[in-house]
């Protein structure tokens, strides 16, 4: 009898696709076997690229001579700690009775990369191989990817990019780290003071590296700037309020040099001269010039991917993106969430029409209980493909992240960062079935003495989809704190009433008078949160989310990817990462590899560039470009920027750039003596050999 394999990514994955068989699976080393089927899994990659020296023994020997370093064909090995699995797998893929070969690894480039290299390394070529492809781990959801699995080779530009990746990685990552590290690695070192220093060069993190770098030196050489605003205070109805001076036209003011903006004067004193110039006036008396009354609607926002969630749950809950990572996987694994590495922020228009499904199952979730029964006693659900919130073309692998409404049973088992993050995942999907939320804003321009003030009144009038904003585990303060300021109201209703009878010409009392000193604010640093944003959007932190949905494009690194880069950046101890407020900056030896590769290998710093070479992957994904042309571009630009560092003389230049940022690390630096000195040269010594090692694959 004939069998069908199936070969998931990790072990637990694989426990999922047995139950969901609904066969009389039996355990096995390393897989699980019926009559019918045969469940196996990998752990992550089996298979890797291998070193230099694995092509010429002599290439285990750093050498300028010896680079660029690039293979016509390259190789790969079994990772030695998981050859047994690998044994397992492979010889599983060759067994006579196995007829349909189901591969289920995770949906995406990463996930097909790692079944194409167990299938590379074991040498399968004629069986059939049918690729399932799956948003969650649902039973239901499993058995619709078998089902509907298509077959392998339907995925083989995937593939091909996938491959892509991980040379263009590699051969950046050995070249750019060897050639660095041997040019300018006694440079470092002999300013750090330790004996030897390696340099790692990554496609993506030295682009990141340069990201917080840049924007730490903009705050350094920021210069505050003063500014002087006055402000009216009136009263009308009882109730008191201020109202903002602007150089409008009309303002004996107006186009004034002395001017900071048109809403405050650069010097004290002029401020001072415009305050006397109206008191001077007798009486003194306000008018309405104009009242202009409007309402807004705000939308709910759109759904999560990765990179939203992962910037929520750094201000939410000050937590890296990858601990939002192991979190929202956790999630995934017991069923309660959708794929969480998407970079979609939309449902597919096939998940629109079954959406009741997830609802229905969020009613036996005690948190939004309430919410779930509204929605399904409406009839928004039912229209839900018609909405922003519904767009196959913005989807690419995977849809948003959503529950699933299963698996609630898990929320007992799991912790309480975990089940803060699920509610902050549902709550964001429940919001996108309310109507907008409304404000009610009147807008007053007073004149006094010839002059405008300005005063904005706000009130919500319909909360819509903010009612499904009250997180469970937030107080008013904390709301406040992560970011829902622009929600509050800055009148209350009466007043808003009061102030809507107000007419041109309508007189105000005058309380007074007075200045108010402002200053200009320096650039605020990358929190992990903003960064994985700013990587998203090809280097640019755009706070506005409707601005960053507009012009999203491939970014820097992949939702998969970008908090592993982070990590590997404060692990190498380029950048520090305060755990308590999620703040990133540079460590000094950061700042000094930045100079390294300003001065040597520049276009590795430019985002645009680096999210290039991310949509240059997407085009061979989508059959746009051929591997080949990919290939001869990435082959170049490896050998240019070679030969061209081999060329440099500059190592001496590098000290100047090195003094100037080292007064910024003075105290780092003092502790670096006596015991703590030796043993931190000691230390890098004993540890020069692996470093080089690990350096040459960095990404």
């Known amino acids: 009898m004939t069998k069908s394999l199936y070969i998931a990514e990790k072990p637990s994955v ?394 609630l049973g898990n929320l007992r088992n799991l912790s309480e960062l975990s089940a803060k993050v699920y509610e902050t995942i549902v709550r964001r999907f429940l919001s996108i079935f309310y109507p907008s939320a409304v404000y009610q804003k009147v807008a007053l321009v007073t004149e006094i003495g010839g002059e405008q003030f300005f005063s904005n009144f706000r009130v919500l009038v319909e909360e819509g989809y903010l009612k499904t904003m009250h997180y469970s585990f937030f107080r008013k303060k904390d709301e406040d704190e992560n970011g829902k300021k622009d929600e509050e109201t800055t009148c209350d209703p009466a007043f808003l009433v009061a102030l809507s009878q107000l007419k041109k010409g309508s007189e105000l009392n005058l309380l007074g008078l007075s200045m108010k000193e402002g200053e200009t604010s320096p650039p605020k640093r990358y929190t992990s949160g903003s960064m994985i944003l700013a990587m998203e959007n090809a280097g640019q932190l755009i706070e506005d989310e409707e601005l960053r949905e507009q012009i999203k494009g491939s970014g820097i690194g992949t939702s998969a990817t970008r908090a592993e880069i982070l990590k590997k950046l404060v692990f190498i101890k380029y950048l520090a990462l305060n755990k308590k407020t999620q703040v990133i900056t540079p460590t000094q030896l950061g700042e000094m590899i930045y100079d390294v590769v300003h001065q040597s290998i520049r276009p590795l710093l430019n985002p645009e560039l680096t999210a290039s070479w991310e949509k240059g992957l997407t085009y061979v994904a989508e059959g746009s470009i051929t591997s080949e042309e990919y290939m001869g571009k990435l082959e170049n630009f490896v050998t240019r920027h070679t030969v061209n560092v081999k060329q440099m003389r500059n190592q001496f230049q590098l000290k100047s750039s090195f003094d100037a940022s080292a007064p910024y690390y003075k105290k780092a630096s003092s502790t670096r003596s006596g015991a703590g000195k030796s043993t931190s040269s000691r230390s890098s010594s004993a540890k020069s050999s692996s470093n080089r090692k690990k350096t040459a694959q960095n990404t």
Not at 258 to 280: M, S
Not at 335 to 348: E, H, I, M, N
Not at 377 to 383: F, H, I, R
């Open 14 to 407: 694989a426990q999922e696709f047995a139950k969901a068989l609904k066969q009389n699976m039996q355990r096995r080393d390393g897989y699980l076997e019926s009559e019918t089927s045969i469940v196996t899994w990998c752990v992550g990659h089996l298979v890797t690229m291998s070193y230099p020296e694995k092509y010429d023994p002599a290439l285990k020997r750093w050498s300028l001579e010896t680079l660029p370093f690039l293979p016509e064909n390259f190789k790969y090995e079994v990772i030695p700690e998981v050859k047994k699995q690998f044994n397992i797998v492979s010889g599983l893929l060759h067994r006579e009775d196995i007829e349909t070969i189901y591969v289920c690894t995770d949906s995406g480039r990463e996930g097909e990369y790692i079944y194409r290299l167990v299938a590379q390394m074991a040498g399968i070529k004629d069986k059939k191989q049918k690729r399932v492809w799956i948003d969650s781990q649902t039973e239901e959801e499993i058995l619709r990817g078998i089902r509907e699995a298509k077959d392998e080779s339907e995925y083989d530009n995937l593939s091909a990019s996938a491959y892509l990746r991980a040379k263009e990685d590699y051969l950046m990552g050995i070249n750019f780290s060897r050639l660095l590290s041997l040019k300018y690695g006694n440079a470092v070192a002999s300013y750090l003071g330790t004996k030897y220093q390696s340099i790692s060069v990554g496609r993506v993190m030295t682009c990141v590296l340069g990201m917080v770098v840049r924007r730490e030196r903009e705050i350094r050489s920021f210069v505050k700037t003063p500014f002087y605003r006055v402000i009216a205070g009136l009263s009308f109805n009882g109730r008191n309020f201020e109202g903002e001076w602007r150089a409008v036209k009309g303002s004996r003011y107006f186009n004034s040099p002395l001017l900071y903006k048109e809403n405050g004067f650069q010097k004290k004193e002029d401020a001072q001269k415009l305050i006397d110039e109206l008191k001077a006036q007798n009486p003194l008396i306000p008018r309405v010039l104009k009242m202009e009354r409007k309402k807004e609607n705000k939308n709910a926002p759109l759904l999560y991917n990765l990179a939203e969630l992962q910037n929520d749950c750094a201000r939410f809950f000050k937590i890296s993106p990858d601990e939002t990572l192991k979190v929202v996987q956790e999630l995934y694994e017991k069923k309660l969430v959708t794929y969480p590495r998407t970079d979609a922020r939309v449902l597919s228009s096939a998940v629109a029409k079954e959406i009741s499904k997830n609802l229905r199952g969020l009613q036996q979730y005690n948190i939004c209980r309430g919410l779930a029964d509204e929605i399904l006693q409406g009839e928004s659900w039912k229209k839900i493909g018609s909405t922003r919130y519904t767009n196959d073309k913005q989807i690419t692998d995977h849809y948003a992240i959503i529950p699933t409404g299963q698996g």
